[in-house]
């Protein structure tokens, strides 16, 4: 059955869990708002949104460092107490995050931090894409997508790129079916103190800098022995 915002809006309301988890929640429920409020609740989502507005001024800066020192990573991962911070549980949760950042290398932590203009950007491009694979199906005889579907897969595709490139939204790499976040949430309600990722960062060895061609290294150290 199609959920409707008033659905999302009431469940959110009720539970305090972001819109995205209710509405996946309703669906999974096929609307049941009883049934909905359950699965949060068993998934921790429920309790993560009632302890996320709890100062967490505690944690660690956690590091990995990954293919014999060539990609480094630093994150500071936060909670409530220095206790908890000190807890097996809390300390790989950080380091699965670490390697995260070092596997998928994101530019951002959440879609609020990537600024408008890369957005405007990325549109942008995107709607040309569109553009183009719109005048392809009418050279091959095929009907153009309207401009109501075309700015919906415009606004699909920016959604993926807040899932590719922003840490809390990606897929996290040890379990294809949940997120950053989910596993941030798992992890709220299993310790029972609101938990941040506050910043990151990745370094790569090279970055930036303009490598030698060993190739054309191999060409003139030839030519010098001739």
Same mark, same amino acid.
């Given at each position: 059955?199609?959920?409707?915002?008033? %659905?999302?809006?009431?469940?959110?309301?009720?539970?305090?869990?972001?819109?995205?988890?209710?509405?996946?929640?309703?669906?999974?429920?096929?609307?049941?708002?009883?049934?909905?409020?359950?699965?949060?609740?068993?998934?921790?989502?429920?309790?993560?949104?009632?302890?996320?507005?709890?100062?967490?001024?505690?944690?660690?800066?956690?590091?990995?460092?990954?293919?014999?020192?060539?990609?480094?990573?630093?994150?500071?991962?936060?909670?409530?107490?220095?206790?908890?911070?000190?807890?097996?549980?809390? %300390?790989?949760?950080?380091?699965?995050?670490?390697?995260?950042?070092?596997?998928?290398?994101?530019?951002?932590?959440?879609?609020?931090?990537?600024?408008?203009?890369?957005?405007?950007?990325?549109?942008?491009?995107?709607?040309? %894409?569109?553009?183009?694979?719109?005048?392809?199906?009418?050279?091959?005889?095929?009907?153009?997508?309207?401009?109501?579907?075309?700015?919906?897969?415009?606004?699909?595709?920016?959604?993926?790129?807040?899932?590719?490139?922003?840490?809390?939204? %990606?897929?996290?790499?040890?379990?294809?079916?949940?997120?950053?976040?989910?596993?941030?949430?798992?992890?709220?309600?299993?310790?029972?103190?609101?938990?941040?990722?506050?910043?990151?960062?990745?370094?790569?060895?090279?970055?930036?800098?303009?490598?030698?061609?060993?190739?054309?290294?191999?060409?003139?150290?030839?030519?010098?022995?001739?």
């Amino acid at each position: 059955m199609a959920i409707t915002a008033a %659905q999302v809006k009431e469940l959110r309301e009720t539970t305090g869990a972001g819109m995205m988890d209710c509405k996946k929640a309703l669906t999974e429920t096929d609307g049941d708002m009883a049934k909905a409020i359950d699965l949060l609740r068993e998934k921790g989502l429920a309790a993560a949104a009632k302890k996320a507005g709890r100062i967490a001024a505690e944690g660690v800066v956690a590091s990995y460092i990954h293919g014999g020192g060539r990609i480094g990573v630093l994150v500071e991962v936060n909670c409530e107490t220095d206790f908890v911070a000190k807890t097996d549980d809390f %300390q790989a949760l950080a380091k699965d995050i670490a390697m995260q950042i070092a596997a998928t290398n994101p530019a951002y932590l959440k879609r609020e931090d990537v600024p408008a203009t890369v957005i405007e950007h990325e549109k942008a491009v995107l709607l040309e %894409q569109a553009k183009t694979e719109a005048e392809e199906d009418v050279k091959a005889g095929r009907k153009p997508k309207p401009a109501a579907v075309l700015e919906k897969m415009v606004n699909g595709r920016i959604e993926k790129y807040y899932k590719e490139n922003c840490l809390l939204e %990606q897929v996290f790499i040890k379990d294809g079916d949940k997120t950053v976040t989910d596993i941030i949430n798992e992890n709220i309600a299993k310790i029972g103190e609101n938990i941040n990722v506050r910043r990151f960062v990745r370094y790569g060895l090279g970055e930036g800098l303009e490598k030698r061609n060993d190739d054309f290294a191999a060409e003139v150290m030839a030519f010098a022995g001739k």
